[in-house]
């Protein structure tokens, strides 16, 4: 399995920006599909981005749809989320998961994830 360690975290205001990184461990990271999933205090986790091994193809969920874009840089074993116009019910901890398989539905699921970073705060005042 893929290690994964989440950074880019922070507080912002209402509006701002913020680049989340995953870097993963090993040499199979460009086997995985990548997804970031988050999780509000006392919410249900949910999906939010999830971009093909090869980065052909990215999913969002409709809530974050044109202010976020997931990417991935597979020579440096690395994910990111690029975060614009936030708002305060972005506010989670966010988590990137690797998935073995390549999946054109029920890529929202989480427990199809095989590997889960530690997750990183993001805080969005208002």
């Known amino acids: 399995q893929v290690q994964l360690v989440e950074s880019g975290g922070g507080l912002v205001q209402a509006g701002g920006s913020l680049r989340l990184s995953c870097a993963a461990s090993?040499?199979?990271?460009?086997?995985?599909?990548m997804g970031w999933f988050r999780q509000a205090p006392g919410k249900e986790r949910e999906f939010v981005a999830r971009i093909s091994r090869s980065s052909g193809s990215t999913r969002y969920a409709d809530s974050v749809k044109g202010r976020f874009t997931v990417s991935r840089d597979n020579t440096k074993n690395t994910l990111y989320l690029q975060m614009n116009s936030l708002k305060p019910e972005d506010t989670a901890v966010y988590y990137c998961?690797?998935?073995?398989?390549?999946?054109?539905?029920?890529?929202?699921?989480?427990?199809?994830?095989?590997?889960w970073g530690q997750g990183t705060q993001v805080t969005v005042s208002s």
């Open positions: 090993g040499r199979t990271f460009s086997m995985y599909a």
């Open positions: 998961a690797a998935d073995r398989e390549p999946r054109s539905w029920n890529y929202g699921l989480g427990s199809l994830y095989d590997s």
